[in-house]
């Protein structure tokens, strides 16, 4: 097997230990030694290289200073205590603060004794401060520094737990110097030589080494280069082979027919008429599942798009053609609500459509399972309880996921096994994702885009307010519900303190309580913590109207449809991420009347806070959203495309690395097409490559 060595458990290595390889594994999920060494620093330190205190500028990052300490001092007692020291060059001077371990840092600084630290710099009241630096003595860090052959200290993410752990990040770099020294000489390579010859890359080996330690900042570009190039390289890869293989290989169901479900729903029960891009797309959906091959198309639409809709056309042509289809929502109340809209379209046509989700019964379920495999249920529409094996089809023939950034690449994969031939899938997706990005992301899936809103709806007109004026807001909130609108307010739910947040959430649902007094106004709330029939029934109040406003968290952004909504309040906006708030903001302007959203924000806005805002209030049109965001927070962020592993990527940056990327997909479009199953000799490492680290690119299916 390749490469062995490198499989070997985390905990073999020198210095770790089953303690330690535990916190790796559970704060970094590094498991192997292969995973530690692809765990790459985020930056270097240049320790041949002092700061002048006068050269300081609040941009900078970690530095490092030469200097001696010429006063300590404790300042406060008990926990808040913290202590100060000054430390100052020829050139001026800087404080130093700990707050914690004050006794041992205390024991170790000496009053002028000289010192090296490193940290990083804050400006305060025209002094820069450290707060808790690394230092070491002088005669030490000279000493350690000759030890070195290398220039460049690697750092390190670690988190609080990690250096409870004594896992910092120079213990990191101990142990990654370590491992080096072990595997030196059986990291194998996994390019073959003609491609690094003609891109002129790093070997595997020289790169993992210099990414770690580098030996000149040159060596340090050419190693991430050749590492982002393997990494960009193989993921397009992947894509170029799984696309051959389902357009030229695979075999699909050929829905021929346009039949009595499609026509006489056309004819008879669509309420409007299509807009011309829904039309279009229907059309290159129809396109696709005629051919031979499977259809795995992704459908993107701003909100209010009417995707729906299509999702609905899709499923009747399935139907036409003797099959099931499912849909499956990331919520429940999604869930719901494409129910029972999909229900009303479909009145009383003899078309039979059911309901599974988390919070089905089981009595429901023992009604539900049996009719979807004797075929007797033509549309299910459900959760991720639509993956569980026990649920099982007559004919699936259709598989419709919307909102597909909530899923992961594995839970799509999941319904193609769902039929002896996979059905067709159709994504749909309300994160505009830029074309290139679109490309990268889901270079595996044919792109159909919605680029027009339905007709006689108004520009939701966007405004900015401090907290400060939540009175005018207020007032403008009666206006409305007196004029017989209803009013969404959404509240910042944000994992990492989820109580907090939901604190926040409860004290401005009283406060609306108080200024918003019964019987005039019904007051609705909903938010995660809830019972799903809970939920339901408030979300139901609110769409029949019988609740005027809608206290939420962000368990709303998904889809949610009251046409009669027409104002968005957004708490703490400066919060959000902008997709995030395109799509909160995405859930007024449904109807006929004018629709509004009110960013509320503190005075405190950071710049990227201010972006954001600002870029809100400008702007309507989702892809321009989409584009700020991906300049404002980088690619990982889109949408939680990281977390749903869609861009597993540890050093690339589909972004700024566009040079690389571009020469990578080109290349792997012709090795794709000379050799599909890469069979040839010469790409025998890519396939290597392949059956070691994509086990789920179901390999002898493509061979
Ligand atoms: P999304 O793309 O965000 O999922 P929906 O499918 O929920 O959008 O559609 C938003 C609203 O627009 C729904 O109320 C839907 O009934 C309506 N709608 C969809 N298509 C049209 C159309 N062609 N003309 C008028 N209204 C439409
Ligand atoms: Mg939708």
Known sequence: MVNNLLDTKIEFLKGVGPKKAEVLKKELGITTYNDLLTYYPYRYVDKSHFIKIKDINSEDISIQIKGKIVGIETIGVGPKARLSAKFVDDTGMVELVFFRGLRWIKESLFVGKEYVIFGKPSLFQRTYNFAHPDFEPVEVFVNEQQKQEEKFSPLYNTSEKMKNSFLNSKNIAKLVKALIIQVQGYIHENLPPQIINQFKLLSHQDALIQIHFPSSPDMLSKAKMRLKFEELFYMQLEHQLLKNFRTEKSQGFVFSNIGEAFNNFYNNYLPFTLTNAQKRVIKEIRQDMKTTHQMNRLLQGDVGSGKTLVALFTMLIAIDNGFQAAIMVPTEILAQQHYTSIKKFLGDMPIKVALLTGSTKQKERKVIHPLLENGEINIIIGTHSLLEDKVMFSNLGLCVIDEQHRFGVGQRAKMWTKNHIPPHILVMTATPIPRTLAMTVYGDLDCSVIDELPPGRKPIQTAHFFDKSRLRVFDFIRKQVKAGRQVYIVYPLIKESETLDLKDLMDGYESIVRDFPLPEYQISIVHGKMKPADKEYEMNRFKEGITNIMVSTTV????????????????????????????????????????????????????????????????????????????????????????????????????????????????????AQEDPTLSLPKHRLLREYFIKNKPQTDFSQIS
Do not use: W
């Open 556 to 671: 709303i952004e998904v889809g949610v449809d009251v046409p009669n909504a027409s104002v968005m309040i957004i708490e703490n906006a400066e919060r959000f991420g902008l997709s995030q708030l395109h799509q909160l903001r995405g859930r007024v302007g449904r109807g006929a009347d004018q629709s509004y959203c009110i960013l509320m924000t503190s005075y405190k806005l950071s710049a990227e806070g201010k972006v954001r805002i600002e870029t809100m209030c400008q702007t309507n049109d989702g892809f321009e959203i989409a584009e700020a965001d991906l300049k404002l927070r980088g690619p990982g962020d889109i949408a939680g495309t990281q977390q749903s592993g869609l861009l597993d990527l540890k050093i690339a940056d589909i972004v700024k690395d566009e040079p690389i990327l571009k020469a990578s997909r080109s290349l792997a479009i012709q090795i």
